[in-house]
């Protein structure tokens, strides 16, 4: 009985109401084949963001060691630091290495806009990570009026207004911060 009157509904169904199934459906197809052009992230990417967390989270070198090894690390880290001050060869950020990550995790911020490429927010992210390098005793809501000044004439081709870039720098800031001592 059920199925007789699912029958009749559908051929109550009118023309106008199979247009506007058959126009969702198409909208539906559109926007899966624009998420499908972007949510593609490959297994490369995944690994190096698995890497540099990592990195971040400063795990044992030593495999299969319970414990870190804070004198060792201690003497380490501080003839490092001397090193560098005294021959200065250290760069506190390192350009190349944050244009690269950023060109491949832009996509996955949650403020990113598909209307915009990285020639758009490239220079967003150069902002953050170049400041923080210069700023390395201030903090960013510090920073961020001057950075707002500076955006209106460094931005170059990018068509992002300061609030749309806004984050993208911030995220920049953040990121290269965590590699500075």
Do not use: C
């Not at 911020?109 to 390098?133: L, T, V």
């Amino acid at each position: 009985m059920n199925q007789l009157f699912q029958k009749d509904l559908d051929h109550a169904a009118t023309d106008r109401d199979q247009a506007q199934v058959m126009a969702y459906r198409e909208r539906i197809e559109a926007n899966k084949k624009a998420h499908n052009k972007f949510a593609s992230v490959d297994e490369t990417f995944v690994k190096d963001v698995a890497e540099a967390k990592a990195r971040a989270m400063n795990l044992d070198p030593i495999p299969d060691s319970p414990d870190s090894h804070p004198v060792g690390t201690a003497v380490g880290g501080i003839a490092g630091a001397i090193v560098d001050a005294v021959a200065g060869l250290r760069e506190a950020v390192d350009p190349t290495a944050e244009d690269a990550y950023w060109q491949r995790a832009f996509i996955t911020e949650p403020y990113f806009n598909r209307d915009y490429s990285y020639d758009d927010y490239g220079p967003a992210y150069r902002m953050g990570y170049m400041n923080r390098s210069t700023y390395t005793d201030r903090s960013w809501d510090e920073v961020e009026p001057a950075l707002k000044t500076e955006w209106e004439r460094t931005r170059g081709a990018s068509r992002l207004t300061w609030e749309e870039a806004r984050d993208a720098s911030q995220s920049a800031w953040h990121h290269a911060g965590s590699s500075i001592l």
